[in-house]
């Protein structure tokens, strides 16, 4: 019988990860989205709010003991105040952004196991931004980064990662700049934060080749996007990929404003079809889509929705 489920990750943990007055990466995204997702099908979808936050030896498989450790104790002892610039912390973070990390992991282990064709991790803090040993762009751990490497770990030989956000995913790509098993494709406005993600970085040593970036210019439209599409189905005929990864950020979206570009919603239903095509042609639909970025609270929660109507068939 095919499982046709899709989970969805999600705790009120991620709520309470406090990032104070006036930043774009607020609860509130989280809220909007949950008032959207409120009449999903249950024949279709399920809620997940049993599960464990990453471990300090599961966080280490990405970033340095170090920094894991740095994290723990800044955010323990000040209670609040900034790992970056920009990546805020309250007294509730360290336990957000932990979960954040453990939920691609129960979600791995739930699909690998057979009782989820997929799943979507309802999750913040985000992660693409944050490196081995640096938070970064409102990003503490690198919740993507951290699943692939388990994934891997558990004996999957070859993973793409997509990261549609319209900042380009810098942490994920160092993380696998030298692995030719994870090939990791980012779309994104350049240039632009993080300053990253020129079509030049290709990967080094064993790993050249299997890192694909599409800088695209303000304004970009659907178009623009699609176009790049069609070498993404070239490359995965040769890759042939056991298990896709999302980084699903939605701040391309024409209203978001934090984004330059001009997506719309059924601009992300189209991505989705696309990338749930290759998945149901190479993976067996095996699939883990996590939340980044979208600072519209009406374009995120729409464009989520139908992501996850799409990831649900």
Known sequence: MMISKTGIVYREDFLKHDTGLGHPETHRRLVSILDKLGDLPTDRFEWIRDFSGASNEILSIVHSKQYVHSVQKTILEKQNGYLDGDTVFSNHSLIAATLAAGSGIHL???????????????????????ESDFAMGFCVF?????TAKYLQGKGIKRILILDWDVHHGNG????????????????????????????????????????????LARGSSESDYLKKFERIELEMEK?????????????A????????????TSSFELFSKKIMDLADRYCGGKVIS???????LKALAESVRIHLEVMGG
């Open 253 to 264: 979206h024409r209203d978001d404003p934090l984004g330059g570009m001009n997506l719309t």
């Open 172 to 215: 994920t790509q160092h993380m696998f700049y030298d692995d030719p098993n994870v090939f990791f494709i980012s779309f994104h406005q350049f240039p632009f934060y993080p300053g990253t993600g020129s079509e030049s970085e290709r990967g080094i040593g064993a790993g050249f080749g299997a890192n694909l970036n599409f800088p």
């Open 108 to 130: 791995a282990n739930s699909i690998l196991d057979g009782q989820l064709r997929n799943g979507f991790a309802l999750v913040r803090p985000p992660g693409h931004h944050a």
């Open 239 to 251: 890759f042939l990929p056991e298990f896709i990864l999302i980084s699903a950020g939605f701040d």
């Open 290 to 296: 996590f939340l980044e970025g979208g600072y519209d």
């Open 142 to 146: 690198n919740n993507i980064a951290i």
